[in-house]
């Protein structure tokens, strides 16, 4: 493995983020003790793709009163 | 366009979105965080990373065409980033105003606190399926109209949009303090339907009574007459 040359790196694109699921939420908790970034997203408190869209979709169709 | 507009034009729908973030994410129903507008910003970086080093001759062989198209996405992946959190706002903030006005069964139970009438509400929100309501609707509509576009930063109009939903956020977030605070008058209007209510039963019963009374009089008289 080598490092690249950083003027080399300007085109390339950043890693893909993927698909939040929920075996991504059970391990950032499980890893959360090493993580360095907000207790929002450590402690698994963020949205799924797959919960966000049911969430969503079922408010939404809620009439209002 | 030239540079230094797209720029700031990208400042300021950077800064609107964060204004939108930090809100969603103390009225999401489950303090949750919606991590997709972040990764629409990371793109933002990278594009205008992209443009600056040839801007700054950092790379060569770069020409205008390059530098504008990543101006160009970086504007439309800072849009993506405010659509992306005013969508989940906006459905955050119609679950606050639904929960508020017509609770859940799970709530009502847990809180002791019943559903208001429509009547209720149109006595004391005068406003609300008027202004509020429609407003609300087509925030949410819209908006998700706006994130099915491809793309995104085509349009022209794009930053004006984003303020026009940014202001009809405000007035839903002013909306829902003015239930907050409206809320001892809808329960006064609630005691005072309920005991109108309850007086009106009572008078009904009273005139049945007196009906019923009424009829057996006259039965009565009607039996215990002359007879022939």
């Given amino acids: 493995m080598k490092l690249r040359p950083w003027k080399d790196m300007i085109d390339v694109d950043m890693p893909t983020m993927g698909p939040i699921t929920e075996e991504i939420r059970k391990q950032t908790r499980e890893q959360a003790a090493r993580y360095r970034g907000g207790v929002r997203v450590s402690t698994g408190r963020f949205w799924t793709d797959a919960e966000y869209k049911k969430y969503r979709d079922k408010v939404l169709s809620t009439p209002l009163p | ?228």
């Fill in chain 2, 1 to 228: 366009m030239p540079h230094e507009e797209i720029l700031s034009k990208i400042v300021e729908i950077h800064q609107r979105t964060k204004a939108l973030m930090i809100l969603a994410e103390e009225i999401d129903v489950r303090f949750n965080t919606f991590l997709q507008p972040g990764n629409e910003q990371r793109h933002v970086l990278e594009h205008i990373m992209r443009a600056q080093a040839a801007e700054l001759g950092i790379l060569s062989g770069k020409d205008e065409a390059y530098i504008e198209k990543n101006y160009d996405k970086a504007l439309g992946h800072a849009y993506r980033a405010f659509f992306d959190t005013a969508d989940w706002l906006g459905w955050a903030l119609r679950k606050k105003i639904s929960d508020i006005l017509k609770p859940s069964s799970r709530k009502i139970i847990s809180d002791l606190i019943k559903p208001y009438s429509n009547e209720c509400i149109m006595a004391c929100l005068p406003n609300y399926y008027s202004e509020i309501r429609p407003k609300l609707e087509h925030l949410n509509r819209d908006i998700a109209a706006i994130r099915a576009r491809k793309d995104i930063g085509d349009s022209d109009n794009l930053l004006t949009e984003v303020t026009a939903y940014s202001d009809t956020i405000q007035e839903l977030l002013d909306f829902i303090e003015h239930i907050t605070k409206s809320i001892p008058a809808m329960e006064e209007w609630n005691k005072r339907n309920k005991r109108t209510t309850r007086r009106k039963r009572l008078w009904d019963i009273i005139l049945v009574l007196i009906g019923v009374g009424f009829g057996a009089l006259l039965a009565w008289l009607k039996l215990s007459g002359p007879s022939d």
